[in-house]
Each structure stands twice: as C-alpha cells, then as structure tokens.
C-alpha cells in the first residue's frame, strides 16, 4: 500500500474502534487502489480516499415493540448512508442478533463500489437491526417493523435514500415496512423501498435477482475458458434468498448442485438439490435444513463440520460474512474447485481470498458477483418511476445483460491495470473510479 492509503486505512481503524468487519472491508478496497492513485495524483489531492471512508450520515435508533404476550423489547437500528455521489443512497436492511454499526457500516462501504460497478445512478448506505425474526409470529415482526419504520420513515424517500432487503428482511418485512411507511406519510410513495410484493409495485425477477446474478457473472467468467455450469458440481451455502436463486439457475444451466446449508447444518443430495422442495421448506415452511432432507431418500444433514468439505467443481458461498476461512478455502483448492463466486456480501475471509487466487482458482468479489440484486432494485425504481411493470422475462433479460456489463467493466479494468483475470482488482477500480470521478465533480461538499 502507498503511504497515503496507508494513512488513510490508520485513520479509519482510529477513528472506528472495535469495527473489525468494517477495517476489514475497507482494507480490501484499499489494497487494490495503488495502481490507481499512482495514475490519477488528482484522487489524492482532493483526498477523495479518507473523504470515501468516512459516512456521509450515520443514524442510530432505539426500535420498541411488543411481543405477543404483551412484553416489552427494545432493539437498537441503524441507517448509515455512506455515499450519495452517484445517485439516492441505497442499500439493503438486516435484521440479525449479530448486527451493529461496524457490521452495518463493512455493508455500507461495499454497496458504494457494488452500486458503481452496476452502471446505474445508485449511492450507497445500509441499514438494519440486532432483532431476531427467527422463532417470532408473524404479528412481532409486523409490529418492529412498524416500529422501525416510524424512526427510519425520518430520515429516507424516494430520492433521498432507499432501503430493500438483506438476511432476515425478505418479502413479508419489506410489505410490513411499506406499509408504515404509507400510513406515516399518507402517501403512495412506491419507490422508497425495493423488493415489494408485485401487487404494491414490486418487480418481477427481484426475489430471483441476486442469486440468478451471481450465477450468470460465474457463467461469463468460464466462458472465458470455453466452459459453463452444464455437467458441473456446485456446493452454495445458506438456503435464504440468495442461495434458493443460485441453486435454481445453476440447475437450469445444467449443473448438479450437491450441497445447501443454513445455520444448524448442511445436507448434502448427490442426487441433485430440489429446488421446489427447498423452496417450499425454506420460503413457505420457514423450516429447518433438515426438513429437506427427511423427504429426499438419499440426502443427508451434516450438523458440525464446514459444507466447503463437499467435493465441487464451483463453490458458491451465499449466506454471510466470513464464513469461508482459510482451511475452508484449502480444502475446496485439494478437492479440485476451479470457481469460486460471493453471492453474500465479503463470505471469504482474506487468507481465503488469497490462497485461492494464488492456487489459481477464478474468484469473483461480491461487490461485482452479487450486484444483480441491487440492479434489479434500480430497474424497481425505474418502473416506479414511470408507474410501468415489466414482464419476467423482460426484467431478467435486462438483468442478465447489467450482469454481463459488470463482468466485462472488472476485466477490462483489470487487464487496463495489467492484472488480467484479477477480478478483486477490476472491481475495486472500476467501482472506485466511477464514484471519485463524481465526488470531484461535485465539489467538496
Ligand atoms: P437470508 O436471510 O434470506 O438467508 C441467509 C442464509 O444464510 C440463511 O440460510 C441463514 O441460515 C444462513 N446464515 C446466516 N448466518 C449464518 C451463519 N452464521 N452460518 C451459517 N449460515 C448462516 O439472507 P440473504 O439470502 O438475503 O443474504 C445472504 C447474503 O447475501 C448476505 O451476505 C447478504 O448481505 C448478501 N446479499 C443479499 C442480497 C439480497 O438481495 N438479498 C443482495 C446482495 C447481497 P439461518 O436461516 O439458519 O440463519
């Protein structure tokens, strides 16, 4: 690292105590920038890398709400709206016990180089909560909700910062969410909020969205080689959002996916993941992993061990932060992985990171792998906008091509950067440059 990035990390660790997925965020991003920074001395006279590490705005709430016996909990929310240079802030929520301002603010930093690198008039913010929807009624959630949306309805619009989805706030929150929303400002107001049911604005392929991505930025990358998933095996962790939609167009594309997870386990079916089954258990049921397997003769749950143990020729790591570690990403290297693509947001560690582009492995970030997602909500927007709905097959279309264009920015910029086949590289750059450009256009402001 040059000294000035160097300087500019020490700060944001000084400035941030405690924040380690945050540091290590923006370390990653900062890592890449040298070549960039050498080329364009402009960057660094306007000190438009310290000004990028530092939120725009970070909100801090209290969310009272009560459960169904009439007991009263109090939850902590956050908003961090990052970086506005591109367009409204926007980025998703989470409701997870695991959740505070270090984690929100790692998700923060990312979604300004993801929403960059998508092409599209996007800033970047996240937000979320330490509530844990898991074992609660469908009435607790609706009355967080409620109560989280009656501080955060403050501070967000349509052209002001727009919130969607993450772990844990699916389509049952964002309608609840909406729905306050509405109610508090007594307007119709669609496109404040992405991923809402298609009766209230939503749009079609948006719940597909960032698992379908993922896979169609891997597919670019082997086409390079002449290859794609047809015949392939592929191991995708988690069983949420993201991980259902991996698993259903690497199917579609040919390939056997063996392996699925959620938090108490893996089950692995070498006869194939079944789609509509894990679908049924995980979206309508609301289940278990291991109700999957007690209805398919020859899968079996592995409660324990690390589902990157599960031969593959693709891991697909969709559930959370640093769950892929540096043995994890050994093993995958033994067993013969050629490909690995982050459908969640920074899943390998960076020892990971490093031992599998060092072995070789094609890697893709997923600051650029899982953008599909996002982009669908900018084409959400945009048919807010015009008070339009598209078709499914329209909306996917345009997604695959965002997809295909975001592939092609990562590697032309890493072969501008002389870093062919680099993909952490070309992401970081091309989402950076984008984003600098703007922040020196517009002043110091
Ligand atoms: P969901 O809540 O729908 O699913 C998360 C999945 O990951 C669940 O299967 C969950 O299991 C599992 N999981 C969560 N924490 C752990 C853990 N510590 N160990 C093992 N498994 C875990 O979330 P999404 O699918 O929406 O998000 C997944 C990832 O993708 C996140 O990193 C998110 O930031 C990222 N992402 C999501 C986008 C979206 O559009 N939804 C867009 C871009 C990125 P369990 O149910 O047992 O907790």
Redesign the pocket.
Known sequence: MTQDLQAAFDTVVRRNPGESEFHQAVYEVLESLGPVVERHPEYVDASIIPRLCEPNRQIIFKVNWEDDNCRIHTNRGFRVQFNSSLGPYKG?L?FHPSVYLGIIKF?GFEQIFKNALTGMPIGGGKGGSDFDP?GKSDNEIMRFCQSFMTELSQHIGADTDVP?????V?GREIGYLFGQYKKLTGRYESGVITGKGILFGGSRARTE??GYGTVFFAEEMMKLNGQGFDGKKVVV???????LYAVEKANQLGATVVAV????GYVVDEDGIDFELLQDVKEKRRARISAYADERPNAHVVTGGSIWDVPCDIALP????N?LDENAAKTLIQNGCKLVAE???M?CTPQATRALRSAGVLFAP?KAA?AG??ATSALEMQQNASRDSWSFEHTEERLQQIMVGIHERCAETADEYGHPGDYVLGANIAGFTRVADAMLALGVI
């Open positions: 998703g989470r998700l898991k969607a989805g993450d772990i844990g699916g969205a960032t962790s988690g069983s949420g959002n993201v991980a997870s959620d938090s108490s969709c559930a959370t932060q769950e459908g969640a947001n899943p997923g899982n997602g996002v």
